[in-house]
């Protein structure tokens, strides 16, 4: 099991940046993949970015394509979702999300992923 921490939400202007961390404890965290989710108020969770154990292959939704980045450090055990030029249809609680053995045409699915963070809210307001 490898619990999840989120951090690095709050309120910003639209246009602005924010970056988002989620922290894991364990020595397998190497091996997993890691996604990140969002649940705006009364909508579904959505995908919106994953990354393979290796950092070689990352993974965009649409919507935020060329404005978000997905890394990871193994060394420390830590995921960093970088938020470029948000916008006010950003805003909605982050969740990250990992697990192994996740293929690619389940990687953009919520039930992929049994190990989940507890969520960090992201406000894009002016």
């Known amino acids: 099991q490898v619990p999840l921490v989120e951090s690095g939400g709050g309120l910003v202007q639209p246009g602005g940046s924010l970056r988002l961390s989620c922290t894991a404890s364990?020595?397998?965290?190497?091996?997993?993949?890691i996604a990140w989710f969002r649940q705006a108020p009364g909508k579904d969770r959505e995908f919106v970015a994953g990354?393979?154990?290796?950092?070689?292959?990352?993974y965009y939704a649409d919507s935020v394509k060329g404005r978000f980045t997905i890394s990871r450090d193994n060394s420390q055990n830590t995921v960093t979702l970088q938020m470029n030029s948000l916008k006010p249809d950003d805003t909605a609680i982050y969740y990250c999300?990992?697990?192994?053995?996740?293929?690619?045409?389940?990687?953009?699915?919520?039930?992929?992923?049994?190990?989940w963070g507890q969520g960090t809210q992201v406000t894009v307001s002016s």
């Open positions: 990354i393979r154990w290796n950092s070689r292959h990352t």
């Open positions: 364990g020595r397998t965290f190497n091996q997993y993949t």
């Open positions: 999300a990992g697990d192994t053995g996740v293929i690619l045409s389940r990687l953009r699915y919520d039930r992929s992923y049994d190990y």
